[in-house]
């Protein structure tokens, strides 16, 4: 074990907390009087709902940082099903990118957050069909663990239980469960295995978020009986922090960016109002009103609030650390009473706080962000004391490393280093999100340990506790592992420490398309996590399939090495689909899974392991024409999924929307949401119209009527309205309007079959009215509704053709579904048939 002094550069520094998106503000002294107001208010608040971007920041932010309660939101789903506006993941990368932006905004708001193991499996129009789809009792049965776990004083919930089929099934069912919940909690009989652990738990209240719009109007909301209302002005001023309420709520909503959810900050009066649903009726607009938040509540606590309750009239903003002697007092009397959670809770918040006001920075930074089960590890511990009060290490212990027993006296900010080390459980299962290790269903994620469910992320692989001596008191502070470093363009950057496989593999296409029976390479990645990493790949096949070689040899000499395996397929002669996995073979262990990097700047950088796989499918699909310009919109797949069946895809950015670019393409399709994201090109719209004029095939895919424009009379070359009509349910029947347009014949026939395998939906935001110009050739609805003809929209303008579709291409051709591309491609190749269209059929 290895000793360094030196010196600290002045400037502040924070405790990493990169594990639950609170790593971005400073220990400042208005942040430590905040601490302090919080530390001095015994009482929770859960604020519940569906998705990632339901949650009310303003209502979550004045409960943590006015009432300074203790304030969480529990998301029952991670928003897999949405749609993401910065990039192309979806489904599962896209809740772990979305689970990350809920985070970043409890950073900014104050609050915690916690998840169900619900799998948001796409729109739902009414609560039966979600709950069945979810596993109703799995999921109620994580809601009453959360507040079993958090126990919470109050409950709000964001939707309304009792209006089912008037929005999002998602939505109404967040509200059934908890209010069913609500009741079960504290019922020994409900979950008792639950109890290993845990106890039961009552909360007071419960409410429900209502709203103007929840009663059609602000009109009848003014005429409505509000006895039972609870209005709260959520736009409170704070002077401390120079900022609203309002403006906190909207810088925490705004870290929704995949969502589109930047708001512009609002300042001023705002009222939100609650509907008391159970329990008694609060006054004065406190929902705490007859609870009891002192320090009263927890038996022997009077003595620290005689201690800590002047502080707040008498807090010392230049010199926070002059009050460590009476927080030190404080924690000594906490620690003498008896165990409860309130206790607990307390004694976190009360170390964080004697922590930050002594100025002392106390680190665990890997050397690399990565480590491997079996491997060693070099971490660097640093210690940083800068205050003026005396402050001793008396011994650390990092877990499955290096401890130390040796006396470390900590003089005023000077840094001192510790070389340490960590060895790695050869049976470490890793630090990928737990809930995407296990198979689940359609609506349920599968978690093996029940102590995960409802935590936002995989908790941290390792910790460092220090035993310290400050001013005579003897305490323990924990603090995760991180990885600390940094980059020339950003500065200096914080990720949590991981523990990955020795290898992973990836393949160089999510589907493959043979659409002849004759055999075509496939290219594997395999990337090593370690140091000489040795063994052999193979592959798995489906049945009636073949790869060639049988298998590789390889050697990756160090960390990062990556090699490119190709083997041969030789796909069946008639139609077949499946899935080919990877099998690499190292010391003995079998490794088969895609290390999936999510990096953006606004959320810590993100690692995800998932099952290597490519989707092979043998398929007899035609087509006509080459050239494909490619308009990115929000971001998906569909350009690599068209190069699958052998279109050479041309990206274009708005600058190359030229005549001179566009006439060399067989034809041009919009991006999902392009009008939605793009501003500049409603401007294009001229040229891309001509284009259609002179002869080519224009294909706008779907764009939503609420973030863009909904009226196309000034897009489309003939009137057509979008609306927020969609077929949510991917088994619907599809009814073929026109059999003998040539979109449905030409090269490729399509018939019902076609519909067969579809994922997640049908189409979403189909237009609801359109000019005669247009031919519907589809038609679909979601059960006991009526059939809905904007999915697929086509007419003829000058010697082109325009096209509008709702349907979900973006998600079907990543999944492989044949019938999808046969579609696409028809779509793709219009006015390209050998032979003249029909008289009677519109074209």
Not at 203 to 223: I, Q, V
Request: net charge negative; glycine share 8%; hydrophobic share 35%.
């Amino acid at each position: 074990m290895r000793y360094i002094l030196g010196w600290l550069l002045i400037g502040t520094l924070l405790l990493p907390n990169v594990f639950n998106g609170q790593g971005s503000t400073p220990p400042s002294s208005v942040k430590l009087y905040n601490d302090l107001r919080k530390l001095n208010f015994l009482g929770s608040a859960l604020y519940i709902a569906a998705h990632p971007d339901d949650e009310n920041t303003r209502l979550i932010s004045y409960l943590s940082n006015h009432v300074h309660a203790r304030t969480a939101y529990l998301s029952l789903t991670r928003g897999d099903g949405g749609q993401n506006l910065i990039g192309t993941e979806l489904r599962e990368l896209l809740g772990v990118l979305r689970t990350q932006e809920l985070l970043a905004a409890r950073g900014v708001d104050g609050g915690q957050q916690f998840f169900t193991r619900a799998n948001d499996f796409g729109y739902s129009k009414h609560p039966d069909e979600t709950l069945r789809i979810w596993d109703r009792d799995a999921v109620l049965s994580d809601v009453v663990r959360v507040i079993r776990t958090f126990r919470p004083d109050v409950i709000v919930n964001r939707f309304d239980h009792r209006t089912p089929g008037s929005t999002h099934g998602h939505h109404t069912s967040s509200a059934i469960l908890s209010t069913e919940a609500f009741e079960l909690a504290g019922n020994r009989g409900a979950y008792p295995e639950q109890l290993n652990g845990l106890e039961p738990w009552s909360p007071d209240r419960l409410f429900y978020n209502a709203s103007w719009w929840s009663y059609g109007s602000r009109e009848n909301f003014e005429k409505a009986d509000k006895s039972r209302l609870v209005p709260i002005d959520v736009g409170v001023y704070y002077p401390e922090r120079g900022l609203s309420n309002n403006e906190i709520a909207a810088t925490a909503s705004s870290q929704h960016r995949c969502q589109g959810f930047g708001r512009p900050n609002v300042r001023g009066s705002e009222m939100e109002y609650v509907e008391l649903l159970k329990g008694s009726m609060p006054g004065n607009g406190d929902l705490f009103d007859g609870i009891d938040t002192s320090w009263g509540r927890l038996a022997g606590g009077e003595a620290i609030g005689a201690i800590l309750d002047p502080m707040e009239t008498s807090f010392n903003f230049e010199n926070p650390s002059s009050h460590l002697p009476q927080l030190l007092e404080a924690y000594k009397i906490l620690g003498s009473l008896a165990d409860s959670q309130w206790k607990r809770i307390k004694q976190q918040e009360l170390l964080e706080l004697i922590v930050n006001v002594s100025g002392l920075y106390i680190e665990a930074s890997s050397r690399e962000y990565s480590a491997n089960p079996g491997e060693t590890a070099a971490v660097r511990l640093e210690f940083v004391n800068r205050s003026e009060w005396p402050v001793e290490v008396q011994s650390f212990n990092l877990d499955a490393g290096t401890k130390g027993d040796s006396l470390i006296k900590l003089p005023y900010n000077q840094r001192i280093f510790v070389e340490a080390a960590i060895a790695v459980p050869v049976d470490h299962e890793g630090t990928d999100p737990y809930w995407l290790r296990e198979a689940g269903t359609q609506g349920l994620y599968s978690v093996k340990d029940p102590n995960l469910i409802g935590k936002p992320r995989t908790p941290p692989a390792f910790f460092l506790r220090a035993n310290l001596n400050i001013n005579g008191t003897p305490l323990t502070y924990v603090t995760p592992v991180i990885h600390r470093y940094s980059e020339s363009d950003k500065g200096e950057l914080v990720r949590a420490f991981e523990v990955l496989p020795k290898v992973t593999a990836s393949f160089e296409e999510q589907v493959s398309m043979f659409t002849t029976a004759h055999s075509r390479p496939v290219k594997m990645v395999v990337k090593s996590h370690t140091q000489n990493a040795k063994g052999t790949v193979s592959l798995k096949v489906p049945q009636g399939w073949q790869a060639e070689p049988e298998s590789y040899s390889f050697e990756l000499d160090g960390k990062g090495d990556e090699k490119v395996f190709q083997f041969t397929l030789l796909p069946p002669p008639g139609d077949s689909q499946g899935f080919v996995n990877p099998e690499i073979k190292v010391d003995g262990l079998v490794y088969n899974k895609e290390l999936i990097s999510i990096v953006y700047e606004h959320i810590p950088a993100q690692t995800v392991l998932l099952p290597a796989s490519v989707k092979v499918v043998r398929l007899n699909v035609e087509k006509a024409g080459q050239h494909i310009g490619y308009v990115m919109g929000a971001g998906d797949q569909v350009p690599e999924n068209l190069e699958a069946i052998g279109y050479t895809i041309h990206p274009l950015g708005l600058d190359a929307l030229s005549k001179e670019t566009l006439k060399k393409m067989d034809a041009v399709v919009l991006g999902i949401r392009a009008y939605n994201v793009l501003d500049e090109l409603p401007f294009k719209n001229d040229i891309l119209l001509n284009y259609v004029k002179e002869g080519g095939t224009l294909i706008v895919q779907y764009n939503t009527s609420g973030r863009g424009p909904r009226d196309f009379s000034n897009l489309a070359p003939f009137p057509l309205r979008l609306s927020r009509d969609r077929v949510s349910d991917e088994t619907a029947k599809v009814e073929i309007l026109e059999p003998e347009h040539p979109i449905l014949n030409f090269p490729n026939r399509i018939d019902e079959r076609d519909f067969e395998g579809w994922v997640q939906e049908r189409g979403l935001y189909f237009p609801d009215t359109w000019d005669d110009s247009y031919t519907a050739l589809l038609s679909m609805n979601d059960p006991g509704e009526t059939p809905k003809q904007g999915g697929l929209l086509v007419a003829p303008y000058g010697s082109g053709y325009y096209i509008y579709t709702g349907l979900s291409f973006f998600r079907e051709l990543p999944a492989g579904v044949p019938g999808a591309f046969k579609l696409l491609s028809n779509m793709l190749s219009i006015g390209k048939a050998p032979i003249p269209i029909q008289d009677g059929v519109k074209g």
